[in-house]
C-alpha cells in the first residue's frame, strides 16, 4: 500500500515540476515547511535525504549536473588587500603594508664587444730609386807618344823623303826595317842618347860604313851609309847624348847620300825585332 501511495505521489509531483533528479529541488523539498510535502511519508523523506547526500558526489564523478539543471557559477574569491609575507611567519595585520618583493630587474643582456676596426696597414710610400749616376767613361788615354829626351841625329838641313823612305817599304829580298833621312854629303852626326858603342863596321854591298849604339834606354840605334873616314868612335867607347859620332855618307848599297836610321827592341840581330822610328825621329826634331 505504501508504495503504491509513494507512486501516486511521485506522479503528481512530477506534473507539478517536482524530479527527484533535481537535487535542488530535493533539497528545498526538505527545506520547505509546506504541509503539501510534509504529508510525505517517511520512506520517500528518507529516500530523498539519500539522495540529497549521494547527488552532488554522483555529480561530481560525472563532471556535470543533471539533465535540465544549470552548472552554479564560481565564486570568485576577493583579492587581498595586503600581500602576505610567507617568510614572516603568516598574514599581516591591519594597517601593515607587507613590502613587496623587489622586481627582479631583467637580466640585461651583454652587449655585443664591437671589434676595433683594424686600419688596413699603409703600404709604405717606396721611394723612387734614383738611378746612380753612370760612371763616366774613361778616357782613352793616347797613344804614349815617343818622350823627347833625345836630339835629332843629323846636325843640318834634311829630309823624311817619299813611301819609298818609310818603314816597311818593299826591297829586293827583304822589306825595308828603318827610316832614310835624305841630307847633304857630310852632314854632322851625334849620338841622340848617351850609350855604348856596341858594333862598328863594314859592308860594301849593303850598309857601307855603320855603327850600333846601346843607349842607355836599354835599345839600339843603328846608323848606316856614313861618310868614309868620318867615324870618331869605335867598340866599346862611352858617348854622351849629342856627341858628334860620324857625317852623313853615300857608301855601301846607297842611290844618294843619306842616313838610313834603326831603332831595335830587345837586341839588334840578336833575337830583338825592330820598330819604326819616324815618330820618335819627328819627336826629336820638334825640340832640336
Request: aromatic share 6%; hydrophobic share 30%; net charge positive.
Amino acid at each position: 500500500m505504501d508504495s503504491d501511495r509513494y507512486r501516486q505521489r511521485r506522479k503528481k509531483s512530477c506534473k507539478n515540476g517536482f524530479s527527484l533528479r533535481n537535487p535542488r529541488q530535493a533539497v528545498t523539498l526538505i527545506g520547505m515547511p509546506s504541509a503539501r510535502y510534509r504529508r510525505l511519508p517517511l520512506a520517500a523523506v528518507a529516500s530523498l535525504l539519500i539522495f540529497a547526500v549521494s547527488a552532488p558526489a554522483a555529480l561530481a564523478a560525472d563532471g556535470g549536473a543533471s539533465p535540465g539543471t544549470t552548472a552554479p557559477k564560481p565564486v570568485k574569491k576577493p583579492k587581498p588587500k595586503y600581500k602576505v609575507d610567507p617568510a614572516a611567519g603568516g598574514g599581516s595585520t591591519p594597517g601593515q603594508k607587507t613590502p613587496a618583493k623587489p622586481k627582479k630587474k631583467p637580466k640585461a643582456k651583454p652587449k655585443p664587444v664591437k671589434k676595433p676596426k683594424v686600419k688596413p696597414k699603409k703600404k709604405p710610400v717606396s721611394k723612387p730609386k734614383v738611378k746612380p749616376k753612370p760612371k763616366p767613361k774613361p778616357v782613352s788615354k793616347p797613344k804614349p807618344v815617343a818622350k823627347p829626351t833625345g836630339i835629332f841625329p843629323v846636325r843640318g838641313d834634311h829630309d823624311f823623303g817619299g813611301s819609298g823612305s818609310r818603314f816597311g817599304a818593299g826591297r829586293s829580298g827583304h822589306t825595308h826595317q828603318g827610316q832614310d833621312l835624305s841630307a847633304a854629303e857630310g852632314t854632322p852626326m851625334v849620338a841622340p842618347l848617351a850609350g855604348t858603342i856596341l858594333y862598328r863596321g863594314f859592308q860594301e854591298d849593303g850598309a857601307g860604313y855603320y855603327l850600333v849604339l846601346h843607349a842607355n834606354d836599354n835599345r839600339d840605334y843603328v846608323f848606316m851609309h856614313l861618310r868614309k873616314g868620318s867615324l870618331k868612335v869605335t867598340t866599346g867607347d862611352r858617348v854622351a847624348r849629342g856627341e858628334r859620332i860620324a857625317e852623313v855618307g853615300n857608301t855601301g848599297h846607297s842611290t844618294g847620300p843619306h842616313l838610313h836610321f834603326e831603332i831595335w827592341v830587345g837586341g839588334w840581330q840578336s833575337g830583338g825585332h825592330p820598330i819604326d822610328p819616324l815618330s820618335q825621329l819627328k819627336a826629336w826634331d820638334r825640340v832640336s
